[in-house]
């Protein structure tokens, strides 16, 4: 099958962990993938096209964040069924410290909110003729930080979330007549690189008693981008064992 006939996803994030796992979720599905990462396409990953489809892009550069656009639309033909906002850091401080607000300088602030922010409303306004020629849908991943303070997880990276949230729900608004849906999802406590030593007493408390996996968060995905979530949108799907009850 072409790739003008098969529906087409662009993830950013996609190198490991939840992003990885939503490859390989709607690689299953017969999709195209675009993945974006900062880091160059790596020949182990088992997806054909894989290279072909792989654009390398620092989100934390506004600059090449705005540029890249143009070679996206370039390799879209005209459609975007799906965008998934799912790229983003949570610097530490000496020894894996948390960052606070009384210890992160503005660099930092600045670096975290051009990626896990910024980058999502730039990709989704900068290709809304992609998306809005197919009624698609975007989905951006916040995280369960973005409405407690959480132990690990730094001020900034907390605060980006929680303003990622708030752009679900202005997103859904805006493009809602060009039928386009935006939604979130927040993650818990998932096994990825990014988890903190002592996350297992996060888990001991959960209702569920155990991490996530990157597929069972690739799986909600998944749901917010097919046609079984058609009539859903603005909304933030917590992922996380129970986490914020």
């Known amino acids: ?15 490991r962990g939840i992003g990885h796992a939503t490859v390989k979720r709607f690689g299953r599905e017969g999709w195209r993938v675009l993945t974006c990462s900062r880091h160059p396409f790596d020949p182990r990953c088992p997806w054909p096209g894989g290279e072909d489809n792989h654009i390398q ?4 550069d506004p600059n090449k964040t705005i540029d890249v656009i ?9 459609e975007l069924h799906a965008l998934v906002n799912n790229a983003g850091i949570s ?7 948390r960052l606070s607000t009384l210890d992160t ?4 602030w600045g670096l975290v909110f051009h990626v896990n922010f910024f980058a999502s409303v730039i990709l989704a306004r ?3 003729d992609e998306l809005a020629a197919v009624s698609g849908s975007v989905v951006n991943v916040t995280s369960i930080a973005g409405s407690r303070v959480h132990p690990f997880a730094g001020a900034a990276y907390a605060t980006s979330k929680a303003a990622l949230r708030a752009l679900t729900r202005e997103m859904a608004h805006d493009f809602g007549p060009l039928g386009v849906r ?21 888990v001991e408390g959960l209702p569920l008693r155990r991490l996530g996996t990157p597929s069972e968060v690739a799986d909600v995905i998944w ?5 079984q979530s058609s009539y859903v949108t603005g909304t933030e799907i917590e992922v996380n064992a129970g986490q914020h009850v």
Do not use: H, Q, Y
């Open 1 to 15: 099958m072409g790739d003008i006939k098969r529906k087409t996803l662009l993830l950013t994030g996609a190198s």
């Open 57 to 60: 892009i620092d989100l934390a």
């Open 70 to 78: 143009e070679k996206l639309r370039g390799k879209l033909n005209g």
């Open 91 to 97: 610097p530490k401080g000496p020894d894996g410290a």
């Open 105 to 108: 300088d503005l660099r930092t």
């Open 126 to 128: 900068g290709l809304k």
């Open 182 to 202: 935006v939604n979130a999802i927040a993650p818990g406590e998932v096994e990825t690189s990014i988890l903190s030593p002592g996350t297992e007493k996060i």
């Open 223 to 227: 749901f917010l981008c097919s046609d």
